[in-house]
């Protein structure tokens, strides 16, 4: 977050495609565990269950996404942006088809709009089936993304 606030005061816009957040693998193992805890211990169906999140929750969760295997419903990026493609890359073949609902503000100061359309298109390039909502505003979730969402969630939980 440093990096980011030191490049918005000199007016840069940081290109985070390349990077990969100190500390996401041990994040990802103790998270990839988890899920597998959940499903286990609650019975819970990976075919009804989206995985997503805002912000850095949103580029966890699609490194989650890719780094399993499990039939999961959807996914969800709420002003997330690209991160690790070279690693994201080939491992997003195997989420050809996947639901995927993405919204993003024009006027994200925190992670710049482009991200989120270079994660689009990087989503979109690979087959993943991309549900794309910009707004006007900025690093938020607006109430007509939650309206547009809430409808996403079901449509994915119900058609499997």
Not at 116 to 145: C, K, Q, Y
Request: glycine share 10%.
């Amino acid at each position: 977050m440093a990096r980011i606030a030191q490049d918005r005061a000199a007016g840069r816009v940081r290109d985070l495609s390349q990077d990969i957040p100190k500390g996401l693998g041990p994040v990802r193992e103790t998270m990839l565990a988890f899920l597998k805890e959940i499903e286990q211990k609650f019975s819970v169906d990976p075919r009804k269950t989206i995985l997503g999140g805002f912000s850095q929750g949103a580029m966890l969760s699609c490194d989650l996404m890719l780094r399993t295997t499990q039939p999961y419903a959807g996914l969800v990026q709420l002003s997330g942006t690209l991160l690790a493609a070279q690693e994201w890359g080939p491992l997003l073949q195997r989420r050809k088809g996947l639901p995927v609902f993405q919204s993003h503000g024009v006027q994200d100061e925190i992670l710049p709009y482009v991200g989120a359309e270079r994660l689009r298109d990087t989503l979109a390039h690979a087959g993943l089936s991309v549900e794309w909502h910009n707004f006007r505003g900025g690093h938020e979730i607006p109430r007509m993304v939650l309206q547009r969402l809430g409808l996403f969630i079901t449509k994915a939980v119900t058609s499997t």
